[in-house]
């Protein structure tokens, strides 16, 4: 038998589900706390799918009631807030680090993941800050002015500023040593890089100009393949094809203006002013599921295989546990190849309420993985709540279920 390369890693967590032996695996993950958890898969490429498939084989079904009833262990990161209103307005999380852009003071803080202190306040953009990627080693941020801009996640320092766009930029997505941004001047741009902690080198490789509709643009999908563009007179989402710069689905039933998009696979999820969330089937164009319970408008979503988590008005962050969404998950291509039956929607009015925001605010940004929520709100506040380390001995939390008072009249929030 020949002997492995000493470069490469050797993933014992899916050898060991390869051989069958789940009840092995449950053992070493249930030594690991919360934050183990995140580095996890660094040496564990199947790792989420192997915490899913311990989930469904019930050998981790109780953390699934912890997501549902148990108390999660909870803590707050407060940022710079030079006014009474800074609202986080961009979020972006990975195994080390958390970004947090802030909207109304155009600065972002770099906080460690693990330790909740502070690395990094960068000076961002003039105006406002709309969307934050980690790269390896850099920070990519855009914002009101028009301008991507690329920090270094050692020191914080500005490596480049990037003037490919000529308005608002809205969203970048980095995947390997590639990002995509779009901005509101229609513009959908691919480009290369390489990057180390002290200098980022780019190449634009391709910039499409898209029609005056990208103007309404509100999710751009990781690929570069999709857009999804709210038609602001009739609340109708279309989704669009980039390269061929064509519309692939037209979703109509939004009786409100849509707040929020989040697409994965062939699963899209919209939330708008009426509180209500809708979940489509886009191979279809289907609503599948109406999501109800919201008091105000649903201003930010994220969703997992099974779980949707929603942040809006008066501090509430609600979690809707559906398993029905989890086959959506297994294919991504949403063209249609043969008449499919029509889905009948479904109305779902039961979801978790966790009240930690106060109700004079609302969550703006909203992250969900495995095991935690953050949620961002109006006073530059984002709130940690971790499912995985929370009080195993309380099957039903009760803590998180009343409204916080508003501070800007009670004078400081005490715990």
Same mark, same amino acid.
């Given at each position: 038998m020949g002997f492995a390369n000493i470069n490469e890693r050797f993933d014992l967590l899916s050898?060991?589900?390869?051989?069958?032996?789940?009840?092995?695996?449950?053992?070493?993950?249930?030594?690991?706390? +919360?934050? !183990?958890?995140?580095?996890?898969? *660094?040496?564990? @490429?199947?790792?989420?799918?192997?915490?899913?498939?311990?989930?469904?084989?019930?050998?981790?079904?109780?953390?699934?009631?912890?997501?549902e009833h148990g108390e999660p262990t909870v803590s707050e990161i407060q940022c710079e807030k030079p006014r009474s209103v800074c609202t986080i307005t961009a979020l972006d999380v990975d195994e080390k680090s958390i970004a947090i852009g802030l909207g109304s003071s155009g600065k972002i803080e770099i906080w460690d993941r693990h330790k909740q202190v502070k690395d990094h306040t960068l000076l961002g953009h003039k105006e406002g800050i709309y969307t934050v990627q980690f790269a390896r080693c850099t920070i990519l941020s855009g914002g009101d002015d028009g301008m991507v801009r690329v920090w270094s996640r050692k020191h914080g320092k500005l490596l480049k500023i990037l003037d490919h766009h000529s308005y608002i930029v809205w969203s970048i997505k980095v995947s390997d040593s590639s990002f995509i941004s779009a +901005?509101? !001047?229609?513009?959908?741009?691919? *480009?290369?890089? @390489?990057?180390?902690?002290?200098?980022?080198?780019?190449?634009?490789?391709?910039?499409?100009?898209?029609p005056w509709e990208w103007a309404d643009a509100m999710f751009l999908d990781p690929t570069g393949d999709k857009l999804v563009v709210h038609v602001e007179s009739t609340f109708v989402l279309q989704v669009w094809n980039i390269q061929e710069m064509s519309i692939v689905k037209s979703l109509e039933g939004h009786k409100g203006e849509v707040n929020t998009v989040k697409l994965k696979k062939s699963l899209l999820v919209s939330g708008d002013s009426d509180g209500k969330i809708r979940v489509w089937n886009l191979k279809t164009g289907d609503c599948i599921f109406i999501l109800e319970g919201h008091k105000g408008k649903v201003w930010c979503l994220d969703l997992d295989k099974t779980r949707i988590v929603s942040g809006g008005r008066f501090g509430e962050l609600r979690v809707w546990h559906i398993p029905e969404l989890a086959p959506f998950f297994m294919d991504d291509d949403i063209q249609e190849t043969e008449p499919a039956q029509e889905q009948k929607e479904v109305i779902i009015k039961e979801s978790r309420v966790?009240?930690?925001?106060?109700?004079?605010?609302?969550?703006?940004?909203v992250y969900m993985d495995r095991f935690c929520v953050m949620s961002?709100?109006?006073?530059?506040?984002?709130?940690?709540?971790?499912?995985?380390?929370?009080?195993?001995?309380?099957?039903?939390?009760?803590?998180?279920?009343?409204?916080?008072?508003?501070?800007?009249v009670l004078g400081p929030r005490r715990f």
């Open positions: 050898e060991l589900s390869s051989l069958g032996l789940n009840h092995v695996l449950e053992l070493i993950i249930l030594q690991l706390n +919360s934050r !183990d958890l995140q580095s996890v898969q *660094l040496v564990s @490429k199947n790792w989420f799918d192997l915490v899913n498939q311990l989930i469904i084989h019930g050998e981790l079904s109780y953390l699934t009631k912890w997501w +901005s509101y !001047d229609c513009t959908v741009c691919f *480009l290369t890089f @390489k990057e180390t902690p002290e200098k980022f080198e780019c190449t634009l490789q391709k910039k499409i100009q898209g966790l009240l930690k925001h106060p109700m004079s605010t609302s969550i703006s940004s961002g709100d109006g006073l530059a506040n984002l709130v940690v709540w971790d499912f995985w380390t929370g009080d195993k001995n309380n099957n039903h939390c009760n803590k998180y279920q009343t409204p916080v008072p508003d501070p800007l």
